[in-house]
Every structure is written in C-alpha cells, then in structure tokens.
C-alpha cells in the first residue's frame, strides 16, 4: 500500500513558476515509477510527466516539453514537479500517482493516486 500526498499548488501569474511535492508513505516507493497527472474544469485527466524507479526514463505531454521537470528522490520518499513559465492553459488541479512502469503509468493505470493539489495560473 501507497499513500501519496501533493503539495506546493497554488495561485501563480503566467510566466512564474511553482514547484509541486508528492510524498509517498511505504518503503516500496523506490519500486514504483511515479507520475504528474492533472485534471482542468470540463475536461479529462492527463498525463502530464513520468519518472521511471531509476530515473532513467521519462515521459512528458507535448506542451510542457522544456518548461516542467519531474525529479525523484528515493531517500525522501518524493516526487518533484518542477513547472516553469506557467501558462493559463496550465491550470488544474494536480494528481500524483505511483505505478509499476512508466507505460502503465503514462495510460492512467497506476495503481495509487493522491488527493490533488490546485495550480491556477493567473493572465
């Protein structure tokens, strides 16, 4: 069992920057790859980063190619998201989930989810 816990949403201008944190509960975390999902009003969760156990392979959505990082690390139990030169159409609530690779992942068959976190970037 993993538990998982978002933080470091909130309300940021476009062009600014936000840093978002999943901790996970359990000693199994190095085991799972870890992915960023986020969910806008009106429209369907998506993929929006991936990071494998090793951090040797990741995945990311299209439109946020060179502004977000995703990171790990495995001693602290967390995964990063690191999100630069916000846009409006970024806004979302954010959700971390823990799976067994970066394919199940990336289709939205992990196996834990968090509660979310809400970046709202502002025009």
């Known amino acids: 069992q993993v538990q998982l816990v978002e933080s470091g949403g909130g309300l940021v201008q476009a062009g600014g920057s936000l840093r978002l944190s999943c901790a996970a509960s359990?000693?199994?975390?190095?085991?799972?790859?870890m992915g960023w999902f986020r969910q806008a009003p009106g429209k369907e969760r998506e993929i929006v980063a991936a990071i494998s156990w090793s951090g040797g392979s990741i995945y990311y959505l299209e439109s946020v190619k060179g502004r977000f990082t995703i990171s790990r690390d495995n001693a602290k139990n967390t995964v990063y998201l690191q999100m630069n030169s916000l846009k409006p159409e970024d806004t979302a609530v954010y959700y971390c989930?823990?799976?067994?690779?970066?394919?199940?992942?990336?289709?939205?068959?992990?196996?834990?989810w968090g509660q979310g976190t809400q970046v709202t970037v502002a025009s």
């Open positions: 989930n823990a799976g067994p690779d970066v394919g199940t992942v990336v289709r939205g068959f992990g196996d834990y």
């Open positions: 359990g000693r199994t975390f190095r085991r799972y790859t």
